[in-house]
């Protein structure tokens, strides 16, 4: 059996659940080599998981050439995510890349166009479809369990402390991308048009309320548009918590994440009464669906691996990431021009490339202090 070598670029935060990842697996694959720019980041991840001989690089050109490898997780700031992929798709490896898949549209298709020109796989993070919950919510809705779905709403509501944005990278549109919309709420629009496809248009507005070392938003709200239904996409990062919830209020039940089922049924005057038969019915089925093994990065790198061990397209496809930045430049583009934004986003919109964010987007504050490095380099997934 062919072991598929594995590359990790970029040594800080995310780069764990991926090395978790791989390691779970069994002999499928190997980490072989890890980059990043600063040494003490590649030598604490070999320490901490015990990676053991491993090839160590800091500009990972050196590692393009590489017979030994065949997979790649990018675990690098949202800027470089376009740039570093191809690098690697024209040299012949397959590629996972952390979200969001870039910040812009325009390179979200220059990615594309180098995963189609040189035949291999392209997958975008997306861990949280990997929840039971989210497959339990998938099923109802597919299978028509629920009826026709007339009102989503999903959130992001976490917080996040000023020095947050210290980070080099974080907190301007050149190197972040965005704000909480880009780089959180991320997760939950996925999800979102992966369950429902993409909107007819969407309203936004944002602020940044809170973070004054940040040119980008902290607070968007968020109305698409579907054909007989609406959906609210809300993201903060001034509530104090780290809620990811979902809501689908369908024509038979409401069914959320935390898990809830809630049906009604009419009285004669038209006000509501509980419909126990109907939860029991969607309870049960709910119960009948496997629980996944594997969640969230774990059970994504299974499936990038057995994707490219099996030729076959993974469960979150390149499309995928790029449906979610088209809908976030859509919202970008609605909160600044103020008014609705009707989808596709087309090549020529100001909103398509980089450039054209940088200049239009609304600046909250300018970013005044950085670091290189922050002291905890732990997050909450
Ligand atoms: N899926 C998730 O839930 C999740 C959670 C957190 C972060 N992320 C994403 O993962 C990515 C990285 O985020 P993070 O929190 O790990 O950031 P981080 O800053 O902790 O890690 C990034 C690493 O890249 C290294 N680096 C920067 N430029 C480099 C270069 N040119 N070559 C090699 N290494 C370089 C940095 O030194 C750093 O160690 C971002 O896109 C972020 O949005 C995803």
Not at 150 to 168: C, H, I, P, Q, T
Not at 326 to 343: D, F, N, P, R
Request: aromatic share 8%.
């Amino acid at each position: 059996m062919h072991i598929l070598g594995v590359a990790v670029i970029g040594c800080g935060g995310i780069s764990k659940a991926h090395v978790e990842g791989y390691q779970a697996l069994g002999q499928e694959c190997e980490i072989r080599c890890l980059c990043d720019i600063y040494p003490q980041k590649m030598e604490s991840l070999k320490q901490q998981y015990m990676l053991g001989n491993l090839v160590e690089v800091e500009d990972y050109h050196q590692l393009l050439d590489r017979k030994d490898i065949d997979l790649v997780s990018i675990c690098l700031p949202p800027s470089l995510h376009c740039q570093v992929s191809v690098d690697f798709l024209r040299a012949g490896k397959h590629v996972l890349c952390e979200k969001p898949m870039a910040p812009s549209l325009a390179e979200c298709d220059i990615m594309m166009k180098a995963e189609i020109e040189s035949g291999k796989m392209l997958s975008i993070v997306s861990q949280n479809r990997f929840k039971t919950d989210t497959m339990r919510m998938k099923a109802l809705i597919e299978g028509g369990k629920l009826g026709k779905v007339l009102l989503a709403r999903v959130n992001s509501m976490w917080w996040r402390g000023s020095k947050y944005y210290d980070l080099w990278w974080r907190g301007t549109y050149e190197k972040e991308g965005g704000g909480c919309t880009l780089n959180h709420a991320v997760h939950q629009i996925d999800i979102l048009v992966w369950l429902l496809g993409m909107p007819q248009s969407v309203y936004s507005v944002m602020s940044n309320v809170a973070h004054t070392n940040s040119e980008v938003e902290d607070l968007s709200l968020s109305i698409l548009t579907y054909p007989g239904m609406l959906a609210q996409v809300d993201a903060a990062l001034v509530d104090h918590d780290e809620k990811q919830e979902f809501f689908f209020a369908c024509e038979k039940a409401t069914v959320g994440i935390p898990w809830m089922v809630k049906a009604c049924k009419q009285r004669p005057n038209g006000f509501l009464e509980p419909n126990l038969e109907q939860e029991r019915e969607l309870n049960r089925f709910v119960e009948t669906l496997p629980m996944l093994e594997k969640e969230r990065h774990a059970a994504q790198i299974e499936d990038v691996v057995q994707a490219v061990l099996s030729d076959r397209t993974p469960c979150v496809t390149s499309k995928d990431g790029r449906n979610a930045v088209e809908l976030i430049s859509a919202m970008y583009k609605s909160a600044t021009c103020t008014h609705s934004v009707i989808l596709p986003l087309e090549s020529e919109d100001p909103f398509y490339t980089q450039e054209g964010m940088m200049r239009h987007a609304v600046r909250y504050y300018k970013k005044q202090q950085s670091v290189d490095n922050l002291e905890d380099a732990g997050i909450t997934l």
